[in-house]
């Protein structure tokens, strides 16, 4: 390497690099290591759908409330409990804050683990799809209209809005979330 050079390279799960250019006669390594989130894809899948291989282990894991990466009963299963009490941040999120964020990938990978969580709704009567519309996320709109999702369930324990009342509320008729749901047949 010369100053002024980056470099940037991947081993087998792990991205190492020089992030900043060389400057003078030393440096230092930048190691950033991924969780893996939820189950593992066929090479040639479609985005968002259910064509995944379980390894074995993997579901085993997921039963354990561990990650897939995390075999129970090894030595790194204590050690992984230990650091993290709550258990696997993907098997404890939130649906709705998911989908209110445009996190597809997690809602994704919740879809997959509980396909009935894309129905639930919170203490006020809030699904996935009321989130998602009321943060302007038409991906997820689509993505939940796919799934089968109701339309024109009403917030509030069946007495507040509509996903179409709602788009028009926070965003107006002229937004591509309401003319996706008015062009569906979504009811106010």
Do not use: C
């Amino acid at each position: 390497m010369e100053p002024g050079e980056m470099v940037l390279y991947e081993s087998h799960s792990v991205l190492h690099g020089r992030p900043f250019p060389m400057n003078g006669r030393f440096f230092a390594n930048l190691f950033v290591h991924f969780e893996p989130l939820g189950a593992f894809r066929r090479e040639n899948h479609d985005e968002f759908t259910n064509d995944i291989v379980y390894h074995e282990d993997s579901l085993i894991s997921t039963e354990e409330d561990l990650p897939p990466y995390v075999i129970p009963d090894s030595p790194w299963d204590e050690q992984w409990r230990e650091q993290n009490p709550d258990g696997w941040y993907l098997l404890n999120n939130d649906m709705g804050l998911s989908a209110r964020k445009g996190d597809l990938r997690t809602m994704d990978n919740l879809y997959i683990q509980d396909p009935e969580s894309i129905h639930e709704v919170d203490d006020n009567g809030w699904g996935p799809l009321h989130e998602a519309t009321r943060g302007g996320q038409l991906d997820v709109v689509k993505y939940l209209h796919e799934r089968e999702v109701d339309l024109n369930l009403k917030t509030g324990h069946g007495r507040g809005n509509t996903a179409l009342r709602l788009a028009k509320q926070y965003h107006g008729e002229d937004s591509d979330v309401y003319k996706f749901l008015e062009g569906v047949g979504a009811e106010s």
